[in-house]
């Protein structure tokens, strides 16, 4: 970069600046505390919440415990249908009455793969397949693929019902 001119170099400090900004944001979308500097509250740290905290906001919606209900560990030995068949069930636990609109699903690139494998079945021409290509299969949803989160978690629900706002 430094052979080309200052505009390359100052271009690709800014674009890894701006990627680490982005990071940083997602992992405080999910696992933030919701304490200093102004972090927001993360939904894996909200999940995973066994009575309400002190300070809980007074015009919040009533707190409830998430931490059984949605928080599910699927069996490891399961796989082909009966595998999607409980992760349809898990996920019946993210309704919502307001939101319509699609899910996201946050995992690493080795939770990526172990759906994948569990999703490999054969077409009618013969031919090996693996139905998941950036969206869940059956329960639908783009897939986000984010290697600071641990081997075999997979977060998900309705993205646009969670609102960050940076202001000065």
Known sequence: LLEDSDINLASWIVEMLSEALGLGMD???????????????????????????AGYPVNAPAWVDLHSSNMITIA??????AF??????ANGNTFTEYSRGDQFWAMNSKTYALLK????????????????????????GDIDILEFMPDNDIVGGFGDLYLTVIRR
């Open 117 to 140: 494998s569990k999703a490999i079945a054969t077409n009618m021409s013969g031919e090996w397949v693996a139905m998941i290509g950036g969206q869940l299969p059956i329960i639908s």
């Open 27 to 53: 992992k405080a979308i999910l696992y933030g505390k919701g304490s200093a500097y102004n972090m927001p509250l993360g939904i894996v740290t909200r999940l995973a919440q066994t009575s309400q905290p």
């Open 84 to 89: 999607w068949a409980a992760l349809v069930e």
């Open 76 to 81: 490891s030995n399961l796989t082909g249908a």
